[in-house]
């Protein structure tokens, strides 16, 4: 395997297509559940509807697609960076200044709101809990006040998975690359197979032995396979995309549950077929193209900042008396408007935070082209 401790993403347009097609993915699901209760009347024989009258939820795979990818990304960049003193640190301060600082920025906004204006929030929580919101802080799964899983960020449950294999994934860089992989792949595996044989009952146990678990490993697994020199062929290419585009077009009308083998079967199985077709695909150098990079680089902030913009815009679209839109036109109005705001939000708060953290000295100022000239 070639070793690609500086490797970088950015060289895979296809990743940047993905995260672009996940983050809308997870706004449209959302969306619908939103305009669903803001305009009730108009949910009745909509496209967006199942046959049995369920909504949509087939978008909820972009979760396992953002899951994949990343377990791909995490080996794909760090491949030579196992066993190597200080790379731990290294790895586990970059993952927070890449996660966390956004995130906190947030999660402080949704505390502010839920004590000056829970309504204003659209959050279910009706008072204050200091370890829930601590652990939404520190990323622990620890159960909110309401039961479930759920940080003071909703969707910040996906970041709770998220750091919890960084963690595991930072214990395997103390060792060589083989024993340190197949270390993951046991650990993940042997995660997923006690919470199928033992089904813990605990929300905490349920969360750390769920079979998204294995979306992290299927990315992991990918990254080895292309860092050894694998490659599709055009027509394998299509193969996969096709069956695994299929697969999940299928789960419109036979939904999974929100968890377990039949969700990776169902999503998570789909979506590295997905993500294998498309991590080095070049994107178009048109306009198109362009909007699709720009929306993957701005995708982490689309996907937390719809915890504000869905509410939000959706109590402006009811004051303007957007309600006698077609459904399935507001809702696309509304993934456009928690779109641009989670580009504004990526443009204004996440993309300055993130320089400002990575180089936090100061510029020079510009020098004078000639002494003694008038300013």
């Known amino acids: 395997m070639k070793p690609s401790g500086s490797a970088s993403a950015g060289r895979l347009e296809g990743i940047q297509l993905l995260r672009a097609l996940a983050a809308l ?5 959302h969306s619908i559940t939103r305009i669903s209760v803001t305009f ?19 978008g909820d795979a972009g979760v396992d697609i953002f899951f994949v990818i990343s377990g791909f990304i995490m080996l794909y960049v760090h491949a030579g960076d196992f066993g190597k003193a200080g790379a731990v640190g290294e790895f586990l301060r970059r993952r927070v200044l890449r996660i966390a600082p956004i995130y906190w920025l947030l999660t402080s906004l949704g505390v502010a709101l839920l004590v000056a204006g829970p309504d204003l929030f659209g959050h279910p929580r009706g008072g204050l809990d200091l370890a829930w919101i601590a652990g939404s802080y520190l990323f622990l799964p620890l159960p909110s006040p309401e039961g479930p899983i759920s940080p003071v960020l909703g969707v910040g449950w996906t970041l709770n998975y998220e750091f919890f294999f960084y963690g595991l994934f930072a214990v395997a860089l103390l060792m060589p690359r083989k024993p340190g992989l197949l270390g993951l792949g046991a650990v993940l595996c042997a995660l997923v197979i006690a919470g199928t044989i033992l089904r813990p009952t605990h929300p905490t146990l349920t969360f750390l ?62 979506a590295m077929l997905v993500v294998l077709a498309l ?95 008038p300013a």
């Not at 199942?50 to 087939?58: A, K, L, P, S, Y």
Request: charged share 15%.
């Open 40 to 58: 009730p009347d108009k949910a009745g024989g909509s496209l967006f509807l199942t046959m049995r009258g369920n909504q949509w939820t087939f």
């Open 25 to 29: 993915a997870v706004v449209f699901i």
């Open 209 to 270: 032995t769920s079979w998204l678990l294995l979306d992290f490993l299927g990315g992991v697994a990918i990254a080895w396979w292309v860092l050894a020199g694998g490659r599709l062929d055009p027509l394998t290419r299509r193969a996969f995309l096709g069956l695994g585009l299929f697969a999940l077009a299928v789960t419109v009308y036979w939904p999974p549950h929100e968890a377990g083998p039949a969700r990776f079967l169902a999503w998570g199985f789909p």
């Open 279 to 373: 991590y080095d695909r070049p994107l178009p150098r048109h306009a198109g193209g362009r909007l699709l990079r720009l929306l993957g680089d701005a995708s982490y902030s689309i996907y937390l900042f719809q915890v504000f913009a869905l509410p939000g815009w959706a109590k402006v679209m009811a004051k303007l008396g957007l309600g006698i839109l077609p459904f399935e036109l507001a809702v696309l109005v509304l993934v456009a408007l928690v779109t641009a705001s989670g580009v504004v939000c990526w443009y204004v708060l996440e993309r300055p935070l993130g320089r400002l953290l990575r180089d936090p000295r100061p510029r020079p100022a510009p020098k004078l082209r000639a002494a003694g000239r």
